[in-house]
């Protein structure tokens, strides 16, 4: 493939746009990786270029456009869930790559409650989280399709089961990062902390009888000496493992592609590059992606795997988009996006390519 050339009348080092923008989730990524070592920073120095992230700003509304992605000029890197409602909505929004991350999947039951598999959930009251003060209810349908994914193993449904919800009023991103954060994503893990809180809390108080957890809650399990109903993580079945992690979604708004392939395609083979360093580097990166996702170093094994730190690399593999295909129908089927669209016509995967012909001509 030919080279990805800048719109006419500019240089690759163009300034226009010159404010490009960024976030990432509190995840296993490589673009998350690349922030923390600066380079990015080094990418684009001296190309007028300036990086700037979508967390760190003082306007809520602009804050989360980590979620529903409505701001201009935005790369994100993370869970699937938001990009996804977003292009249900309109949003003028490109895949780039995806990456499948193995990682902790369960639901839970307090030790003695007689809950021990996903057959013993008949009639049983499994907790699920609603924000309604945020644009996208990303843990709700995380959780739904870990307990459906349990159900379906034995031949039950939503039917067989009474979701109560858990209202979290206060919106994820409604406050500015706090200043003690050293993920390249701004979550701290006191923030991580206190939105898991309510969920326990209503296990341990028997408002509900179970609840599904996943990567950052891995340790929960030793804490309350759980009992593991359904290891949902360990499922054969490729597609039951599908969730919001599964696969990861590198996006970019639609216009920055158009007017600057050159910069996606950079920033893109920067990711690639970090993600070949870290599958040659798993204890450095394995401390990083400990602190990206705000728990101890010596969990990531259990909230991810232990090869975690060789699957960041993005690609667009057609199972991969196959996966994706089937996310994005499970969210329109459950009403979490609103309108249906092609996958297909949704990646781009000229970004991609390009960016693999400059990581393999060394640039």
Request: negative net charge.
């Amino acid at each position: 493939m030919s080279s990805i050339a800048p719109p006419p009348g500019l240089s690759s080092a163009g300034t226009l746009p010159q404010d490009i923008w960024y976030t990432v989730c509190p995840v296993p990524s490589a673009a998350s990786i690349a922030f923390a070592r600066g380079e990015y920073a080094s990418e684009f120095e001296g190309t007028g270029v300036t990086l700037n992230s979508i967390r760190s700003h003082p306007d809520r509304k602009i804050r989360e456009a980590h979620y529903d992605q409505s701001h201009e000029n935005l790369f994100r890197e993370g869970g699937n869930i938001p990009p996804i409602v977003a292009r249900s909505k309109g949003r003028n929004l490109r895949i780039i790559g995806l990456s499948w991350i193995e990682h902790y999947s369960r639901i839970l039951a307090l030790p003695g409650s007689g809950i021990q598999n996903p057959g013993d959930l008949k009639g049983k009251r499994l907790g699920l989280i609603k924000r309604p003060n945020d644009p996208v209810d990303f843990p709700r349908a995380t959780a739904l399709r870990g307990y459906l994914a349990a159900l379906e193993s034995v031949g039950l449904g939503s039917d067989d089961v009474t979701f109560v919800d858990i209202v979290l009023d206060e919106p994820l991103v409604g406050k500015p990062p706090e200043g003690q954060a050293l993920s390249s994503s701004y979550f701290s893990a006191r923030v991580t902390r206190k939105r898991q809180g309510p969920e326990l809390k209503a296990l341990i108080t028997g408002e509900i009888d179970a609840i599904y957890q996943s990567s950052q809650a891995a340790e929960f399990e030793a804490l309350l000496g759980a009992e593991v109903v359904a290891d949902i993580a360990a499922f054969p079945e490729v597609k039951s493992r599908i969730n919001n992690l599964a696969p990861v979604a590198f996006t970019v708004r639609g216009e920055l592609l158009e007017s600057r392939p050159d910069v996606v395609a950079r920033y893109l083979a920067r990711a690639i590059k970090t993600a070949r360093w870290a599958a040659a580097n798993p204890g450095d990166a394995k401390r990083q992606i400990a602190r990206d996702s705000s728990i101890a170093e010596e969990w990531v094994d259990a909230a991810y795997s232990a090869s975690v730190h060789t699957a960041l690399e993005p690609s667009l593999t057609p199972e991969l988009i196959s996966l994706l295909k089937d996310q994005k129908d499970f969210l329109v089927r459950w009403g979490f996006a609103p309108h249906d669209f092609s996958v297909a016509d949704w990646i781009a995967h000229e970004a991609i390519e390009e960016a693999r012909r400059l990581v393999d001509a060394g640039r």
